[in-house]
């Protein structure tokens, strides 16, 4: 079965940084969009980041609360889809999911368009 597994998280200070990793499995990595969302104590999901697939030129789309400071990557050699996450603050702590669908470009921001999802991991920012 499809297993996406999260890795990285941590407690860190406000300046730091982590970078988070999501390990595949199960699925043909490349033909996947893959996807970052978060979710704070008391707030819904949100989508953070994404990576389209391979047919889709690999493309990057970013939620304006973390442009210019995460970057999204994916190494489908080994499966992989990373968040580099730099200059972190308070306001990024959550936890943090990956995510992989097949849906249009279009869509890639919507979490309900991905058909699988991790079991999280939590980053904590303390000021």
């Known amino acids: 079965q499809v297993q996406l597994v999260e890795s990285g998280g941590g407690l860190v200070q406000t300046g730091d940084s982590l970078r988070l990793s999501c390990a595949g499995s199960?699925?043909?990595?490349?033909?996947?969009?893959m996807g970052w969302f978060r979710q704070a104590p008391g707030k819904e999901r949100e989508f953070v980041a994404c990576?389209?697939?391979?047919?889709?030129?690999?493309?990057?789309y970013y939620a304006d609360s973390v442009k210019g400071r995460f970057t999204v990557s994916r190494d489908n050699a080994k499966n992989a889809v990373y968040l580099q996450m730099n200059g972190l603050k308070p306001e990024d702590t959550a936890v943090y999911f990956c995510?992989?669908?097949?849906?249009?470009?279009?869509?890639?921001?919507?979490?309900?368009?991905?058909?699988?999802w991790g079991q999280g991991t939590q980053v904590t920012v303390s000021s």
């Open positions: 199960g699925l043909t990595f490349r033909t996947y969009n």
């Open positions: 995510a992989a669908g097949s849906q249009a470009m279009s869509a890639v921001t919507m979490q309900r368009m991905y058909a699988y």
């Open positions: 990576i389209t697939r391979m047919g889709s030129g690999a493309s990057t």
